[in-house]
């Protein structure tokens, strides 16, 4: 009983807040979740404690799930629906509902740039935040000592300041008069970065680069902490025992530690690439016209051109493939544990 | 075990150390530009270059006043919205944790979906959920945004911190004749309490500093966030850095002191002085 009734009342909920049924019917509709809810209490009043205890966990999820249902799930359903709409003439605000496809053809069609350059950014974020992580996380997990809690401590100072202030700090790092700049002029870096196409005109500022890098700072605690995580619980010994075996410093790394601290691997990639891969606040204070991702078009066709449908299309697409992606990776790292 | 490295082992080693201080610094620099820059002079509207000391910016912090009114709006979002995710977050984690039932595989990966999609799909697709119903935005559209986000991070931050609670606690509690409300909340709920405190401080966090979502939601209020966001374009006040090195500043003596009253508490109880609260 307890589950069918939560079921009834988020089906119902999303129901009535997705605008699946309207006038009538959704007083239906309410009407059956109302007799639901009486159902549900009857039960737990004329039934033993045993009923009781058994109706508890539905009962403590019911708020949350219902909160989740109308507030996530819902919206999901809207958007798909707007996805499909179409304004039926240029003074209307709000489009109606008319299986209008081409919204997806003009996502494709004039954004497949930002798409590409979205998850091109953000995959080469996820390696760069991996690549500077691991060693650190490494290093406070078997290193640390009595430091440990001070140096996890310190990783997570950044999110004490605002994230758009953090970013807009890059600007002042990365001005063409700033410090990054005169010390790339002074070793000569300059030079070389900008043969690997990294810097262009002695400028680091408003390019790829430092789009990436704005990317791949912001979202590197993300990658930290999970590996932190998974490499605390690996058991030091099991090391010594490979070394006792003859591994080499090198192998016992490879062989023991690197595949137990994969899973840490695989919750961090995924907390760095999604939020990376729909991003605006990087590309927008620290690249130029022709950085901009796929959260930039999303945000200014929604809040600017008011374009809804082809916004909606786009989030809907770019949410599809972050979905197939993550199963393919998850089947590919062979974990089914998301958290 | 290997007590005796050779020269090659300990390059390998000096390298990963040095890579890990690369690490950190790199974590740091624009922490200390913002320090540093709360005490920049700036000449025109923007705050980039580096113009000359002063101390003024700091006499007046809330100069700003558009600024100063967003970081209000922020933290009274940020307290409604923290404590009901907190509660409904909670009770979330209690019936997955406490509970064997039908339906809980479902529940959890309904849990992780909103942590797995974008920050712009979740904003635009509440938006448009609102837009459909003719829904003003506002306080409340920011608040409902807000807690649908935190109710996942405060579920899974909850229930990982009571896997492996001792549920036969409250058993025994009831078996001495308490009602199960009594052995929750005499029992249960302090002992579960320090778990549920960090994810309200974590989703209170979350909230303040949350940007893409409240974007598409808030209308014509201004959160902090916003508000940094908008003088971004046209003036970016010494302000903002004076009050973001104040937050800074803020958390860090709050963690250190959290730091310090745990690992005092940890020495005083290994050392029976006292002894832990039932």
Redesign the interface.
């Known amino acids: 009983v307890g589950l069918g009734v939560m079921l009834v009342l988020a089906v119902g909920i999303v129901a009535v807040g997705a605008e699946w049924v309207t006038g009538n019917a959704s007083l239906i509709v309410l009407g059956v979740m109302l007799v639901a809810v009486i159902t549900i209490i009857w039960t737990a009043f004329v039934g033993g404690l045993d009923t009781r205890r058994a109706l508890a966990p539905y009962g403590l999820l019911k708020p949350g799930i219902l909160w989740l249902s109308l507030f996530f799930l819902a919206p999901l359903w809207s958007m798909l629906q707007m996805s499909l709409s179409s304004k039926q003439n240029r003074f209307d605000f709000f489009p109606t509902f008319s299986w209008e496809w081409s919204n997806y053809s003009t996502a494709f069609g004039d954004y497949g740039a930002q798409f590409g350059r979205s998850f091109l950014y953000a995959a080469i974020a996820t390696l760069l935040t991996l690549l500077i992580g691991y060693p650190l996380a490494y290093v406070i997990a078997f290193r640390g000592g009595k430091y440990k809690a001070v140096l996890l401590g310190l990783v997570a100072v950044p999110f004490f300041t605002s994230y758009l202030i953090r970013t807009l700090a890059w600007q002042n790092l990365l001005a063409d008069s700033g410090p990054v700049v005169s010390v790339f002029n002074v070793t000569g870096l300059t030079t070389v970065l900008e043969a690997l196409g990294i810097m262009t005109n002695g400028q680091i500022m408003n390019t790829p680069a430092s789009v990436i890098g704005g990317l791949t700072y912001n979202f590197l605690p993300f990658m930290i902490l999970p590996i932190y995580v998974s490499l605390e619980k690996i058991d030091v010994r099991l090391v010594d025992a490979a070394m006792d075996l003859y591994s080499s410093a090198s192998g016992a790394f490879r062989r023991v530690v690197l595949p137990l601290s994969l899973p840490g691997v695989f919750a961090g990639s995924l907390l760095v690439f999604i939020p990376a891969a729909g991003d605006f606040v990087n590309a927008q204070f620290l690249g130029n016209p022709n950085t901009t991702m796929i959260g930039n078009v999303i945000q200014d066709q929604f809040l600017r051109q008011l374009n809804f449908p082809v916004a909606s299309a786009m989030s809907f697409v770019l949410m599809a493939i972050i979905t197939v992606s993550v199963l393919i990776y998850a089947k590919i790292m062979g974990t089914d544990d998301l958290v | 075990?290997?007590t005796v490295?050779n020269a090659q082992?300990r390059t390998?080693r000096r390298l990963?150390?040095v890579?890990?201080v690369?690490?950190?610094l790199?974590?740091?620099?624009?922490?200390v530009?913002?320090v540093i820059?709360s005490f920049n002079k700036p000449r025109g509207k923007f705050n980039?270059?580096w113009q000359g000391f002063t101390l003024d910016n700091w006499a007046s912090p809330f100069a700003d006043k558009a600024l100063t009114d967003a970081l209000f709006v922020s933290v009274r979002v940020a307290l409604i919205s923290s404590v009901i995710a907190a509660v409904?977050?909670t009770?979330?984690a209690?019936?997955?944790s406490?509970?064997r039932?039908?339906?809980?595989g479902a529940?959890n990966l309904?849990?992780?979906?909103?942590?797995?999609?974008?920050?712009?799909?979740?904003g635009?697709?509440?938006?448009?959920?609102f837009?459909?119903?003719g829904v003003d935005f506002g306080y409340t559209t920011v608040i409902?945004?807000h807690?649908?986000f935190q109710?996942?991070f405060v579920?899974?931050t909850v229930r990982a911190r009571i896997r492996g609670f001792d549920w036969t606690l409250e058993q025994a509690a009831m078996d001495l004749g308490a009602s199960p409300q009594r052995a929750f909340w005499r029992i249960t709920f302090p002992l579960i309490l320090p778990g549920i405190l960090a994810a309200w401080l974590l989703s209170f966090?979350l909230s303040i500093?949350d940007?893409?979502i409240t974007?598409?939601n808030a209308g014509s209020l201004v959160t902090?966030?916003l508000q940094?966001?908008g003088a971004?374009r046209v003036a970016?006040p010494p302000q903002?850095?004076v009050l973001?090195s104040m937050?800074?500043f803020l958390?860090?003596a709050l963690?250190?002191g959290a730091?310090l009253i745990e690992s005092r508490r940890q020495r005083m109880i290994a050392s029976g002085t006292v002894k832990r609260k039932k």
């Open positions: 075990m290997s490295e082992q390998g990963v150390n890579a890990a690369f690490g950190l790199y974590l740091f620099a624009p922490i530009v913002i820059f980039i270059v409904l977050g009770m979330i209690l019936s997955l406490r509970y039932f039908k339906g809980s529940v309904f849990l992780v979906l909103p942590l797995t999609s974008p920050e712009v799909v979740l635009s697709s509440l938006a448009t959920l837009l459909s119903r409902i945004a807690v649908m109710i996942s579920a899974v966090a500093d940007f893409i974007f598409f902090f966030p940094i966001f971004s970016i903002i850095n973001a937050l800074l958390s860090i963690m250190v730091l």
